[in-house]
């Protein structure tokens, strides 16, 4: 890293007002490891249960015998924590602030309101037929519609998957297949960054594409463009809504009832549906949300994530909906219509705590000072960042210029599959270093294993794992639990494989280093390379290809794609165009290759393995490291990859 790591003590007006002291987080640290049973058993009771829970953990992580469990016995129904027990107290609170694309557009909803709206949502589905344990997906823009539907589903104990809106047709439609889900809740457009998107039309291909599957779609109306609406499949939020009644009794639903699934890429394969239950999920959603945001009863929380990520899920939903925090959602870009649109908005609702990712950072940076000291900021008193490592130059700009070192920043390291924050410098309890992770949140065990699995200690480097449950862990991949057990737990028997590396220093802190496995980190957004292989081979011009990440100023991780042509097939600018274009069918603009480089064949091994070790120095520039290459089947194939590499410096 380019810059000497600074050390940064807790800004003294923040300590003064901290929820937590560097004691407070000790002694509760070493509750949770000491007792989990006796811990969770407190903490479990912050959420509204209908029947309490007597059991607290049942996990094993065991190859033969993989189940986790918790709060097993117990019955609930996640939208009375979110929305019901907030009227006593907070009817009139804000629950969502909502700021569209445009800056004049905004409104509020206060939690009575998203209480009825939620209701009246659920009545919906529920005459659609949607029935508790259908699958649902959602392909929405970042509307409050979008929080509303995936409330009523989990008020009627149906299990929502978010597709994120920037995703292909083809891509939607291997979602909704995937788990069989008959039932599609989107928009006519989306609009992001003054474009518009087409949603509607994206799902009617889906339709097509998933050849009957999907039975109805309701269509939320956004920007009130003519679309095309299927006879007897499909139906208007506006319409129905209108009709029926604004309370809805919540469905009881066991603590390990599925919630959610949300697709994520691995190393291998297609996306896998990672799926989240009704209890653990929702105490670790509402228990990190408090204690990593130093959460008090009048902050304006604005998460920038889109709700098709877990991060939407988590930390602009279920969390602070649960804590009864008012949650800023941001329809548009950062860059829209001008590169002071985040802290325009920070100050038009008087936000306190900001949260979003490097990449966001890194992009704005580049803009200068001026147009961060062109608001005034003076709200905010807690800044996060999550998605990736962010490098020490972007920490100290957002830390000094963002922040005006009044903030300090919570780097959050979680995952999908881990439901919220692990890893973190809890604000008030830990001095800062600028982009280190820091800390385990209460309950977490981190170590970090050398390849063979040996556990090292002290100052080091390795893959991190984790060595016991916590509340808000996956439970399996929809449909596939022997690819749960496989991709997780079969690296190092015993433990959660994070597919991380990690460093700990000799204070103890941990620096995430980024993925070790063939997953690319693209703005924060994962990839695998399987996936961006696999659409590329299904072009008719190419033969065979290999993707890699390589280090990019904003995206962090660019992807880097090698392809052999078939024979016949001349490469040219015009075949890169195309090849682009088709992954972004495929999959999405968020795949699409930033380098694409023709190659006459790829460095294999004698038993046909493409060493992709090797592509990754080319791509990176850093070639003359190459090490061994004396087990290539052709050595010669590498000199001409270096010759025509496209990363050049
Ligand atoms: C990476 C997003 C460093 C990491 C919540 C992880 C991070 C993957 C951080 C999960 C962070 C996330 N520092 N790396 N603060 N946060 N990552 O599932 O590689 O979209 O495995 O979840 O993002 O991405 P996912």
Known sequence: ???????????????????????????????????????????????????????????????DDLHVRWFADGTLNVTESCLDRQLETRGAKPAIIWEGDEPDDSHTLTYRQLYHAVCRFSNVLKEMGVKKGDRVTLYMPMIPEASMAMLACARIGAIHSVVFGGFSPEALAGRIVDCQSEFVITADEGVRGGRKVPLKENTDRACDLAKGMVKKVLVVERTGVGVEMKDGRDVWLHEVGAEVDDTCAPEPMNAEDPLFILYTSGSTGKPKGVLHTCGGYLVWASMTHEYVFDLKEDDVFWCSADVGWVTGHTYIVYGPLANGATSLMFEGVPTYPSPSRFWEVCDKHGVTIFYTAPTAIRALMREGDGPVK????????????VGEPINPEAWEWYFRTVGDSRCPIVDTWWQTETGGTMIVP?????????????????????????????????????????????????????????????????????????GDGCRRDEDGFYWITGRVDDVINVSGHRMGTAEVESALVSHDAVAEAAVVGYPHDI?????????????????SDELKDLLQKHVRSEIGPIACPDLIQFAPGLPKT???????????????????????????AEPEVVDELIDGRQNKA
């Open 1 to 63: 890293m380019s810059q000497d790591v600074s050390n940064h003590p807790v800004p003294e007006a923040f300590a003064k007002q901290a929820n937590l002291t560097p004691e407070k987080y000790a002694e509760m640290y070493e509750a949770s490891i000491k007792d989990p049973d006796g811990f969770w058993a407190e903490h479990g009771k912050r959420i509204e249960w209908m029947k309490p829970f007597t059991q607290v953990k049942d996990v094993s992580w065991d190859k």
């Open 374 to 385: 062109a608001t005034d900021r003076s709200t905010l008193r807690l800044l996060g960042t």
């Open 426 to 498: 809890l604000p008030g309890t830990t001095k800062m270093k600028s982009g280190a992770g820091s800390h385990p949140f209460f309950g977490v065990v981190p170590k970090l294993v050398d390849a063979e699995g040996e556990v090292l200690e002290g100052a080091t480097q390795g893959n991190l794992i984790i060595t016991g449950s916590w509340p808000g862990q996956m439970r399996t991949v929809y449909g596939d639990h022997e690819r749960f057990v496989d991709t997780y737990f079969s690296a190092y028997p015993g433990n959660y494989f994070t």
């Open 555 to 571: 995206k962090g991780q660019g992807i880097y794609a090698y392809v052999t042509t078939v024979q016949g097939v001349e490469p």
């Open 606 to 632: 004698r038993s046909g393995k493409i060493m992709r070790r090797i592509l990754r120095k080319i791509a990176e520039d850093s070639y003359d490291s190459l090490g061994d290459t004396s087990t290539l």
